[in-house]
């Protein structure tokens, strides 16, 4: 994988965030991905992102804008910078209340690509920013 083929691909599993399709998120990704919860656990497997996108989708609304993908020269490694704007729109399991709070605040990611595939998802933004924007 070039460094303009591993950003390509990133670019087009953020362009179908964009668009809520989740099935084209997924063909991007390798049967075993893995993927690190912002401040929190490890995941491994296509079916495991898949249950975490049915939640996603569930409890927010989200647009990604201001998108800024990096790519390392041998295309093994990208990572993304980008403001989230969102809506909380059903409460998520350990997290408040929801009542249809709007909040935008910034976030990356960190990937391994691997066979023109993402390997890897490490996703953070900053927790406690959030709670105070939906009144934690």
């Known amino acids: 994988m070039t460094q303009d083929t591993a950003r390509a691909l990133i670019e087009t599993y953020y362009a179908a965030f964009n668009r809520a399709d989740w099935n084209a998120m997924l063909e991007c990704l390798a049967g075993d991905v893995v993927h690190d919860l912002n401040q929190g656990g490890r995941e491994h497997g296509r079916d495991a992102f898949r249950a975490f996108l049915a939640r996603m989708d569930r409890c927010y609304e989200e647009q990604l804008r201001d998108i800024a993908v990096f790519a390392a020269a041998d295309g093994t490694r990208a990572a993304a910078e980008y403001v989230v704007h969102g ?44 709670l105070h924007q939906v009144g934690a």
């Open 87 to 130: 809506r909380y729109k059903a409460t998520d399991e350990g997290l408040p209340p929801a009542r249809d709070q709007r909040y935008a605040l910034p976030g990356g990611a960190f990937f391994d690509l691997r066979d023109g595939r993402i390997a890897r998802v490490t996703n953070y933004y900053n927790l406690q920013d959030w």
